[in-house]
């Protein structure tokens, strides 16, 4: 047995051990999303969209090479902490980003940006928590908050004259902030309002009866991921479809649409970046995605191109010199980078101050599910959060 | 009343479902004494076998039977690769091996279909529907889900109480040395009750796709609820695993139907709402202690 | 001297010198690793103590590790810092709630014992997801705990050395434990459970007192956890961490009193080192690990009975 743990000993020094150096002349980003298990297609869009980005700088940043550690959550705060932890002591980044949940990203704040000091990049999570009262001069976000999304989807219904809504969402802490969010902003009738399991609720019948038995005017839900397949699919199959409307948030996008397919056809969403946004890196990144993965990519997808561009010009303001920790922080606030979703600007919260749109699913010419702007929904929205913020 | 039928129905199809499920489970558990926590994976291995023979024949019924028996091959080779040698051991060794051959089907799925979930469609002669009383529709696929699911319990009844094999299954419940004295191929016999509850695990995953996901884990979560099916009631017992689902099913569709508004007649609206899906979520929960703390082994089991 | 005590002996002075070695060695994220693996440990000690001596296969350890952690974070949230007082009440809520899960469960044996006492970490766990106030689902962001300027836990090597202390307290104990009257008891009740009533011992009574002591220390490896990562969250105690505890108590040998400490060494450096390992391999592999994961634990239920102690044992 001794030979035994020598052995064990040599195969930790290994693993461990020689790892690949970096080298001092490159940036080094970690990024932590979800690769395995019923959520990995998020992570793999995620992914795929960073090493867009990364094709499109040329595999540098201000002169030097850009190393990725990717890193996989697997939908757990605890292993999302972990290997966040990882990241920064081990593989010592220069940047942490990604991070699809608002739990993985709670609990691996402190580690990376307190006692790491470590610039983290939240692509898509954005916890009213990390808005308000826990904000982070380490912290910046190149998507939203939880409330703001579904609050234009609220402002829209109320413009459109919507008079009677049912508002449905997962039992967890996002969902209720997306139902909160709608809440806060929709003027007309809620005819009721229900909570399911999470996540291990695969049957929708019972709220779907309860639906039609209430007769609303349209159906507000926040499914994402493969949840967002299962209950669009339901309602179709209810033949509510027919008669009350759907109005999601991060139910239906390029991820889930080839499983909806035609049923989520003429549903209305929210978000904050369209595939058609007419600016010309947007059409690039999507033209180039299109071409390499034969799908569209996602807002998750998206974010974090934002991401990976919104770190490049930084480093590329300070010619890749980052010691000082200061002056990177200083260059990410200005936000001085062509987003996919146009201007671009911080509010002080770090987070973005950005123009929501509302999408509806159609068919592309080629046969093909996807989403497309027709109407703006609010224009340089700031969440609700940011004055309980202590950076001015 | 209408509101009240569709509900109830709900709730059968649901609970059929899960009976089917919880079947395999239980008849594994009874005769072999084996902790399968790999069931939950048959179920998702039987969903996407479906998807790949769907997707090739361009049609959901001859996938279907397709995939059945593809499923029944694939539970015999796990019996014989690895559950074969577990029969002696302890129910922690099982509880070690079966969780890692979840591991293991979970990276598996990933490595061969990908990431994405799948999509298995409605067949188009069920994809629309029906008037179950006049004026009152509800979506022939449930309805057909019911059928199947009730065709299945009554022929699993037959099996069991009419069959030389139900017999042996029975005998091994209630005692399963003895049936090994008896002389019977007891080697046979748990290969086919193992593939036998592969294949109902299998079905319950590939009727559950059309109005799900395939996806990878998905057999993990409902892994649970079908274990605690089983423990209601009580194990071996396919009996107590129908009563049980059927029971599971109506909680189930009652917590989320009705609890709400019946919240709503003692206490606040807003307290109402946030506190019936928190209650809901655990009534299954607290049924299982409760039955538990009254009946140690169930609602017809015969043994610990 | 048996190879098993050589090797528990050399491990455990590895272990105390941790934060020196990683300090050496520039190697941060060990220590981390380390305090992950160590605060585990003590948990899986204290599963071990009723499935191993006790063949209670309790499936609900992990909320333990909730009700430790929280009761540490709603204290922190709702101001109270001090470590005097947030972990006896944590510990004291470990025990009441032991003491009530054991005296319910315990009319169960088997396989109904171990769903019954799942329901029971599932009610926790569903209470905490609720818990709209101190984050819910979320999970909640809490400041360590303060002990008046005697030990300062946001020090790495400090709160190591504190979590390895007691660690080394929970072996004792337990050792202790095992190789008394009451330890003898406990696993003559699980070979023949009727032959220890007929003895005249009160079964129950000794079953649930091992309940409670379970308890108690897994509640302490909740409130550890909670200090480790500043951090506590439904997640925690979670079915697939009730799980992880089975798992990590089988495979490092149950019923052995070094055997849970094995088993959690093994299940972390695996999660560490089969990624990096399968990557030197060939490139992107590693992110299939738990498919060599998953077959490992397979062959290790299969073959080596009695998990890794029992390979020691063997080779002696």
Redesign the interface.
Known sequence: ??S??FG?AT??A????L?PVWAQDSVKIGFVST????Q??I??DMRRSVELALEHLGGKMGGKKIEIV?E?DQF???VG??RS??LV??DKVNFVSGYIW??VL??S???VADEGDTILVGANAG?S?IAGE?CNKNFFSTSWNNDQTPMAMGEYLNTKGVKSLYVVGP????G?DMLAGVKRTYKGKLMG????????Q??F???L??IG?AKPEGIFIFYPG?HG??FV??WA???LNKTVPLYQVFSIDA?TL????ELALGTLGAQEWVNDLPNDQNKRYVADFKKKHNTYPSYYGAQSYDAIMLIASAVEALKGDLGNKDKVRAEMKKANFKSLRGDFKFNTNQFPIQNFYIQETVKDPQGMMTVKTIATAVTAAKDPYYEKCSMK | MEYLLIQVLNGVQLGLLMFLLAAGLTLTFGIMDLVNLAHGSLYMMGAYIAWTFVTWTDSFVLGALLALPATFALGMAVEAVVMRRLYARDHLDQVLATFGLILFFNELVRVLWGPAGKSIAVPPFLSRTIEILPGVPYPAYRFALIVVGAVVAILLAWLVARTRLGMLIRAGASNRRMIAALGVNIELLFSLVFGLGAVFAGLAGLMAAPISSVKIGMGDDILILAFVIIVIGGIGSIKGAFVAAMLVGQIDIVGRAFLPDLLKTVMPPASASAAAPAISQVLVYILMAGVLVWRPTGLFGQRA | MKPGTIVAAALLIILAALPLLTQAFDQRYLLSVGTRIVIWSIAAVSLNMILGYGGLVSFGHAAFFGIGGYAVGILSAEGIQSGWVQWPVALGASILWAALVGALSLRTRGVYFIMITLAFAQLVYYLASGLAGYGGDDGLNISRSRFSGLIDLRDKATFYWLCFALLCATLWFCGRLANSRFGYVLRGAKSNELRMMALGFPVFRYRLVACIIAGAFGGLAGILLANEGAYVSPAMMSWVKSGDLIVIVVLGGIGTLFGPLYGAIAFFALEEMLKPLLDLVHKGWGEYWQIVFGPLLVLVALYARGGMASLLKARG
């Open positions: 047995m001794k035994g743990l064990a195969i930790a290994v693993a461990f051990g790892q690769f395995s298990g019923p990995a297609a992570g793999e990717y996989d757990k705060p605890d902490k972990a932890e990882k002591q081990q608002s739990n709670l609990a704040l402190k580690t916890p928590q826990l039992n967890y802490a996002a209720k309002e229900d909570y399911t399991k999470w996540p291990d695969l049957d019948s019972a709220e009866t309860k038995a493969a397949v299962q699919k339901q199959q209810s033949g991820i080839p499983q909806q397919g």
